[in-house]
């Protein structure tokens, strides 16, 4: 008989929804919302739902793989954890634990997904990555001006006068804030958005202004200036509970007005009027992450929690600098799980550049890589190295649940479960507050087992099987063992399904910021002249790299999908996908392109092919190119992305790409 049962989503996403799941005979037959979660209300989008395709669907990994010359082959897991065991033991003993990278990323958001540091710790400490793909500069930024990086409780939007959506693509990538954006509006909010592409948040704006891409720092910088010209700036605030004002001052004296305008492609009536915006409070700021994913994104993302502290928006109901909200992964004790204390060696590579570091490597070589929760050769950026590096080293192993690009590349593939397939509790840092209990629902399909099994297993025969002689039960515990603490346990999750978590709602409403000064710092105190705001531009663009900027003369955006999470949808589709070449107006008529046309688009580092799609109203000498696209499918566009790092050395610079495009047939 069927049974309608409580669930979450695993996905990495700001939204992080409740679910109801159909199951029947141990199969699940459909996936829906829950109506009673406090913020995801029962509504969920087609990644959500598609979760009952990737479980059922007839291409899950079934058993563990090894490829015999050039060819998988089907081996039993003994084999596979015996021959592993065995090479990661004489790899530590030739070469060092350091000899073995762990490339890893967040495709699944549960707590015990953090066990496999705690296997790699125990093992003596591999090479790990540092810095991320996705928000890594605005972190970075947000943890130099306040000290660490929150955002207000979702609620609170209610009570702006006036809301900007900056580079976030809320109605594709974050859709209950969206239901937010239409509640606030309907109560006389004004809703403002700046991006170089008229997405679909756009639609519902009070205004759109379209940008530069990578310019919006010196567009805040251009806001701030006029904000100061008429004296709307909150002297309060700035002269009791801020750092390094004076800095700004002669920073934003060093450019005019015009030359702001003339840069971010912005006409000056429209930051004339965004001062006065800023200065009608509250006013709060959402950033996306998609404005931070270039060389200067830090800056970036300084210069607008600047523009927001001196409009007197920080720690107000209603205000702001919302990129991320910290506080909810604070919530739990990560640490328990890892054992971060119990490695002797360690190694760290850049998540960027993980693939140069690679084939660069020395003392040791890298001899064995483990990927998990990640499709590198799809989502790295510079494809073509990341596919060399990969390729290079004598043992990679993927663990997977389909045959994904770099799963192909493997030596080794061990066939994981889906979120249904065990328990585990799902959170996100990004938008909301609240954590969610995934129980098991079915059995997992033919051998495939969960990450968790393959590290226990992998330990015991290693030797330390005892630091992972634990139940579920336990696991799950051990990373709640702060909250239990104050009163709020595991029972209760799992009987109510969803807990708040006790964060602040308006952070910074007491004017302590975790800075070494205790203020908020426009100049960071510990960072020496790096602390210091910069007009900085993007590292492609005419005003960086004139010559580059003559042969490549147009920015490339990848932005995330639709209806693909990533690279995890795409396969699954009815139909195959096609990469689509979006293409503002202005190239489409310079190139006499027409939609349909089949186009090549390249740089210095790669190419790809696709179908032209003319989109209105986007900034003129923009494309967009959706990532995730599997090779199979004319991808990956990192094929032409670099793997430079953001200003502050731990983001990546995704966007900040210049292609040039031609018709082929
Ligand atoms: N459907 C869907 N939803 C997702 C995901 C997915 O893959 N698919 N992924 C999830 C994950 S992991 C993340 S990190 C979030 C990301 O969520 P978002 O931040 O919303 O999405 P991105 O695609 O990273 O960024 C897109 C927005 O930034 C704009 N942008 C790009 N460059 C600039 C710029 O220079 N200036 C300005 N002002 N805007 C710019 C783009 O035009 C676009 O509107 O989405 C999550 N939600
Ligand atoms: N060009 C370009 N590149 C980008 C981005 C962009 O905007 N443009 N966005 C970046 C961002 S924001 C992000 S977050 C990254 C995401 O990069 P990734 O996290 O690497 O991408 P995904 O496609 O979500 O997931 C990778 C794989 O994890 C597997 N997986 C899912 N669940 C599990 C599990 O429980 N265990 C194991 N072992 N595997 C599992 C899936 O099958 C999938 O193949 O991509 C980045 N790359
Ligand atoms: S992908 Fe995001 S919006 Fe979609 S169901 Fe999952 S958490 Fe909700
Ligand atoms: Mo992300």
Same mark, same amino acid.
């Given at each position: 008989?069927?049974?309608?049962?409580?669930?979450a989503?695993p996905?990495?996403?700001?939204?992080?929804c409740?679910?109801?799941?159909?199951?029947e005979?141990n199969?699940?037959i459909k996936?829906?919302g829950?109506?009673?979660?406090?913020?995801? %209300?029962g509504? #969920?989008?087609?990644r959500?739902?598609?979760?009952? =395709?990737?479980?059922?669907?007839? +291409?899950? @990994? /079934?058993?563990?793989?090894?490829?015999?010359n050039?060819?998988?082959?089907?081996?039993?897991?003994?084999?596979?954890?015996?021959?592993?065991?065995l090479?990661?033991?004489?790899?530590k003993?030739?070469?060092?634990?350091?000899?073995?990278?762990?490339?890893?990323?967040?495709?699944?958001?549960g707590?015990?997904?953090?066990?496999?540091?705690?296997?790699?710790?125990?093992y003596g400490g591999?090479t790990?990555?540092?810095?991320?793909?996705c928000?890594?500069a605005?972190?970075?930024?947000?943890?130099?001006?306040?000290?660490?990086?929150?955002?207000?409780?979702?609620?609170d939007?209610?009570?702006? %006068?006036?809301? #900007?959506?900056?580079?976030?693509?809320?109605?594709? =990538?974050n859709?209950?804030?969206? +239901?937010? @954006? /239409?509640?606030?509006?309907?109560?006389g909010?004004?809703?403002?958005?700046?991006d170089?592409?008229?997405?679909?948040t756009?639609?519902?704006?009070?205004k759109?202004?379209?940008?530069?891409?990578?310019?919006?720092?010196?567009?805040a910088?251009?806001?701030?200036?006029?904000i100061?010209?008429?004296g709307?700036?909150?002297?309060?605030?700035i002269?009791?509970?801020?750092?390094?004002?004076?800095?700004?001052?002669?920073?934003?004296?060093?450019?005019?007005?015009?030359?702001?305008?003339?840069?971010?492609?912005?006409?000056?009536?429209?930051?004339?009027?965004?001062?006065?915006v800023?200065?009608?409070?509250?006013?709060s700021t959402f950033m996306?992450?998609?404005?931070q994913?270039?060389?200067?994104?830090?800056?970036?993302?300084?210069?607008?929690?600047?523009?927001?502290?001196?409009?007197?928006n920080i720690?107000?109901?209603?205000?702001?600098?919302?990129?991320?909200n910290?506080?909810?992964?604070?919530?739990?004790?990560?640490a328990n799980?890892?054992?971060?204390?119990?490695?002797?060696?360690?190694?760290?590579?850049?998540?960027?550049?993980?693939a140069?570091?690679?084939l660069?490597?020395?003392d040791?070589?890298?001899?064995?890589?483990?990927?998990?929760?990640g499709?590198p050769?799809?989502?790295?950026?510079d494809?073509?190295?990341?596919?060399?590096?990969f390729?290079?080293?004598?043992?990679?192993?993927?663990?997977?649940?389909?045959?994904?690009?770099?799963?192909?590349?493997a030596?080794?593939?061990?066939p994981?479960?889906t979120?249904?397939?065990?328990d585990?509790?799902?959170?996100?840092?990004?938008y909301?507050h609240y954590?969610?209990y995934?129980?098991?629902?079915?059995?997992?399909?033919?051998?495939?087992?969960s990450?968790?099994?393959i590290?226990t297993?992998?330990?015991?025969?290693?030797g330390?099987?005892?630091?992972?002689n634990y139940?579920?039960?336990?696991?799950?515990?051990?990373?709640?063992?702060?909250?239990?603490?104050?009163g709020?346990t595991l029972?209760?999750?799992?009987?109510?399904?969803?807990?708040?978590?006790?964060?602040?709602?308006i952070?910074?409403?007491?004017?302590?910021?975790k800075?070494?000064?205790?203020?908020?710092?426009?100049?960071?105190?510990?960072?020496?002249?790096?602390g210091?705001?910069?007009?900085?531009v993007?590292?492609?663009?005419?005003?960086?790299n004139?010559e580059?900027?003559?042969?490549?003369p147009?920015?490339?955006?990848?932005?995330?999908?639709?209806?693909?999470?990533?690279?995890q949808n795409?396969h699954?589709?009815?139909?195959?996908?096609?990469?689509?070449?979006?293409?503002?107006e202005?190239?489409?008529?310079?190139k006499?392109?027409?939609?349909?046309?089949?186009?090549?688009?390249?740089?210095?580092?790669?190419e790809v092919?696709?179908?032209?799609?003319i989109l209105?109203?986007v900034?003129?000498?923009?494309?967009?190119i959706?990532?995730?696209?599997?090779?199979?499918?004319?991808?990956?566009?990192?094929?032409?992305t670099?793997?430079?790092?953001?200003?502050?050395?731990?983001?990546?610079?995704?966007y900040?790409?210049?292609?040039?495009?031609?018709?082929?047939?």
């Open positions: 008989m069927a049974e309608i049962l409580k669930s989503c996905l990495n996403c700001w939204d992080s409740g679910f109801h799941v159909t199951v005979n199969k699940i996936v829906e829950d109506p009673s979660h406090p913020i995801t %209300k509504k #969920i989008c087609g959500g739902r598609m979760l009952e =395709t990737r479980t059922n669907s007839p +291409e899950r @990994l /079934l058993h563990p793989l090894k490829k015999v050039g060819e998988f082959k089907q081996i039993s897991w003994d084999q596979a954890l015996d021959e592993l065991a090479k990661l033991k004489e790899i003993d030739q070469y060092g634990s350091t000899a073995v990278l762990h490339s890893h990323d967040y495709a699944n958001n707590i015990l997904k953090n066990l496999d540091q705690r296997f790699f710790n125990r591999v790990e990555i540092y810095g991320s793909l928000w890594g605005g972190i970075e930024a947000q943890k130099w001006d306040f000290g660490d990086a929150y955002g207000h409780e979702p609620n939007v209610l009570h702006s %006068k006036n809301i #900007i959506i900056w580079g976030r693509n809320v109605a594709r =990538t859709m209950h804030f969206y +239901e937010m @954006l /239409l509640e606030a509006k309907k109560r909010a004004k809703i403002l958005v700046i170089p592409l008229f997405n679909a756009a639609k519902i704006a009070d759109y202004i379209s940008v530069k891409p990578g310019m919006d720092g010196l567009l910088a251009g806001i701030i200036k006029e100061l010209r008429l709307l700036e909150d002297r309060d605030f002269d009791q509970h801020t750092h390094g004002f004076r800095d700004v001052k002669k920073l934003i004296a060093s450019i005019s007005l015009e030359k702001v305008s003339k840069m971010t492609e912005v006409p000056i009536e429209t930051i004339q009027f965004l001062a006065e800023f200065a009608d409070r509250p006013t996306g992450l998609g404005l994913r270039y060389k200067n994104g830090g800056n970036t993302i300084r210069l607008i929690d600047a523009l927001v502290a001196i409009s007197g720690g107000i109901s209603g205000g702001g600098a919302n990129f991320a910290l506080q909810v992964g604070q919530s739990f004790d990560v799980l890892t054992l971060g204390s119990r490695k002797s060696s360690h190694r760290e590579f850049s998540i960027m550049k993980q140069e570091e690679v660069a490597a020395v040791p070589e890298i001899k064995m890589i483990f990927v998990t929760c499709n050769l799809t989502q790295v950026p494809s073509s190295i990341v596919e060399k590096a390729s290079s080293v004598s043992t990679l192993v993927v663990v997977e649940q389909f045959m994904t690009d770099t799963a192909r590349l030596d080794y593939i061990l994981t479960t979120s249904f397939e065990e585990d509790f799902y959170y996100s840092s990004m909301h954590v969610n995934g129980p098991k629902l079915v059995s997992a399909p033919g051998e495939a087992k990450d968790l099994w590290w297993q992998l330990a015991e025969r290693l330390f099987g005892d630091d992972f139940s579920r039960e336990q696991w799950l515990g051990m990373a709640l063992q702060s909250l239990a603490e104050k709020m029972d209760q999750l799992k009987e109510r399904h969803t807990l708040e978590l006790p964060v602040k709602p952070p910074w409403s007491d004017f302590q910021f800075t070494p000064s205790g203020k908020y710092e426009f100049t960071s105190m510990s960072k020496g002249d790096e210091k705001l910069k007009l900085a993007p590292e492609e663009s005419k005003w960086s004139p580059l900027a003559e042969k490549f147009y920015n490339l955006l990848t932005i995330h999908p639709l209806r693909s999470n990533h690279s795409y699954l589709f009815p139909k195959a996908p096609e990469l689509k070449v979006e293409v503002a202005n190239i489409a008529a310079d006499h392109l027409k939609n349909g046309d089949f186009v090549r688009v390249w740089n210095i580092r790669g092919k696709g179908y032209i799609s209105p109203k900034h003129p000498n923009t494309i967009n959706d990532e995730g696209i599997w090779k199979s499918f004319g991808g990956s566009v990192n094929n032409l670099s793997s430079r790092e953001s200003d502050n050395g731990l983001g990546s610079t995704l900040d790409c210049l292609v040039n495009l031609e018709k082929i047939n």
